[in-house]
């Protein structure tokens, strides 16, 4: 069973500002670099953990909560409050098979498929 955690204030008072005048696409990139910024805490924090600093999200209503491995055995979750900043009822129940599991997905899907992101409409 996982444990989930807050961020912690000093990467809390990173994240990114919401406005009305930025496009969606500038808040996705905002957002992106901020996920970039937990995951390369995370990583800091645990070196030896290879999965430490991997992105996991579960399904929720109409996207996702978004969450940052910290550790991976036993494994220990930080909340990314992004977007609708959904959190899981589920996340708890979270073990490291499912954390392998996405990122053997995600990089299948990524060599298939590309980021979404970096093409214009």
């Known amino acids: 069973m996982a444990k989930v955690y807050a961020l912690p204030e000093e990467l809390e008072a990173k994240m990114p500002k919401y406005s009305s005048e930025i496009p969606w696409r500038e808040h996705a990139k905002m957002e992106e670099e901020f996920v970039g910024v937990v995951q ?10 290879q999965y430490a600093g991997v992105q996991y999200r579960i399904p929720h209503a109409d996207s996702y909560a978004l969450y940052v491995v910290a550790q991976s055995s036993p494994v220990v ?16 129940r979270v073990i490291k098979k499912d954390i392998v599991l996405q990122v053997k997905r995600d990089t299948f899907l990524k060599e298939r498929f590309g980021n979404s992101l970096d093409k214009e409409e």
């Open 40 to 49: 390369g805490w995370a990583k800091e924090q645990n070196p030896n953990d």
């Open 77 to 92: 979750l930080y909340h990314i409050p992004i977007s609708d900043a959904w959190d899981s009822p589920w996340a708890d």
